[in-house]
Every structure is written in structure tokens, then in C-alpha cells.
């Protein structure tokens, strides 16, 4: 595994509430990512950061927002939690950001009731 | 906008025979190609890759095809395995942010 921990592995909450996911990277790679994976749609960029405090929005960015404060930490928030949002969420690193791999952790489910 | 789809949603082999996965894209810029496998309950694991001035690239067991003409990607797994039991999936870039297919589910019979 490419040193990827996200945090929770699961979570259950209700509509409305706040959610924070986390992710931590101990490969000191600059490109962060959090992708979210729903059957029928595969997996589907949210947002990506490219250094810290740099970062840019994906193709589902609407009610998710990230923060980037140390190169190993990439924080994914729901501001305001939706059932739309119930899903797989996996974040990702690459080293350079061009033509290079992505290296996924083993995400965080969740549910939101 | 740009698409990324696998011609079969399953696909089921006999161990020992070679499997073939095939994968079209719909963007003529794309310039970077990528084969992750995912099993159940982990993320998507890296297998191989293939930039666009290529069009064969061979790994430990697998083979990566690109044909830029008719925009299609394939991936060969010889002598398939139990292990090879998985999700497969077909990314493009050019980065940041590959656009990935929906997935072929490869079942290996024994």
C-alpha cells in the first residue's frame, strides 16, 4: 500500500450535519485528490490540491469543500450532509501530478440517513 | 464532455486461459492511459500504464494495447489467476484528475 490512512473507514450520519473525512499521506507527494464511487458512475473527481493551501475543484465539487494545511493532511468537508452524498470516498496521491499514477487508500463509506 | 466506457460490465474466464478487457475513451486529447484493479472493499490498485506515443506496453503478466485511432484501450492478463478476481478499470488524463470507466467485473472459473 502507498502510505495512503483515511479516517473513518465508516461513518453513519444524518442529513444536515457536518462531515469531516481525512486523509493521510506519509509519502511526502504534492498532488492530494478525493474521489467518490457510486455503481453506474465509477469513480468521479470532488477536488484535488496541488501543494499546500493550493487547491482546485473536480467534476462533483458542489456541497464538499477541502482544506490543505501540511502536505500529508487533505481534509474533505460536507458543509451540510445530503443522502445524495451517501457514497464510497476514496482519496488518492501522485507524485508529480502529470502523467503519473494515482495511488488510492482503501476509503471511507458513507451513509447518510 | 469527455466519456470513458468498458465494452462489458463482466466478463468470466477459465483459470489458466488469457482474459482481454477492453475500454473506449472519447477524448481525442487524452494522452495518458491507466489500468487500476480494485477489489472488494479496498481502493483501486495501480497495474499498469501507457502514455500516447506508445502502443504496446507489457508488465509482470499483463499487456496494455492503445489504439488512438479508434480510441480504444485494452488490458491482457495471461494465464488468468483466482487472484485476478476483481473490478477492473480504465483511466485517462491528462491529469490532474483521471476520468475513469465504470468497471468490469472479471470472475475467474476454476
Known amino acids: 500500500d502507498a502510505g495512503i490512512t483515511q479516517s473513518p473507514r465508516h461513518k453513519v450520519t444524518e442529513t444536515g450535519t457536518p462531515v469531516t473525512l481525512r486523509c493521510h499521506q506519509t509519502?511526502?507527494?504534492?498532488?492530494m485528490y478525493w474521489y467518490r464511487q457510486d455503481p453506474g458512475h465509477g469513480l468521479r473527481l470532488i477536488h484535488y490540491s496541488y501543494g499546500v493551501k493550493d487547491t482546485d475543484k473536480g467534476e462533483v465539487s458542489d456541497g464538499y469543500s477541502v482544506s490543505r494545511s501540511k502536505t500529508e493532511d487533505f481534509l474533505l468537508t460536507l458543509e451540510s450532509a445530503t443522502s445524495s452524498q451517501t457514497s464510497v470516498y476514496f482519496c488518492?496521491?501522485?507524485?508529480?501530478?502529470?502523467?503519473?499514477?494515482?495511488?488510492f487508500g482503501n476509503g471511507t463509506r458513507l451513509t447518510v440517513t | 464532455g469527455e466519456s470513458v466506457g468498458l465494452h462489458l460490465p463482466t466478463l468470466s474466464v477459465q483459470e489458466g486461459d488469457n482474459s482481454i478487457i477492453n475500454c473506449a475513451y472519447s477524448n481525442s486529447a487524452s494522452d495518458y492511459f491507466i489500468w487500476y484493479k480494485q477489489e472488494s472493499g479496498k481502493g483501486p490498485q495501480f497495474i499498469i500504464d501507457?502514455?500516447?506515443?506508445?502502443d504496446k506496453r507489457q508488465g509482470q503478466r499483463v499487456t496494455v494495447l492503445l489504439n488512438k485511432t479508434v480510441k480504444h484501450l485494452s488490458l491482457q492478463i495471461a494465464a488468468t489467476q483466482p487472484g485476478d478476481s476483481a473490478v477492473y478499470f480504465c483511466a485517462t488524463g491528462p491529469l490532474p484528475g483521471l476520468t475513469f470507466g465504470s468497471g468490469t467485473q472479471l470472475t475467474v472459473l476454476p
Open positions: 488518492a496521491i501522485s507524485e508529480t501530478g502529470g502523467n503519473s499514477p494515482l495511488h
Open positions: 509519502e511526502n507527494h504534492r498532488y
Open positions: 501507457i502514455r500516447s506515443n506508445m
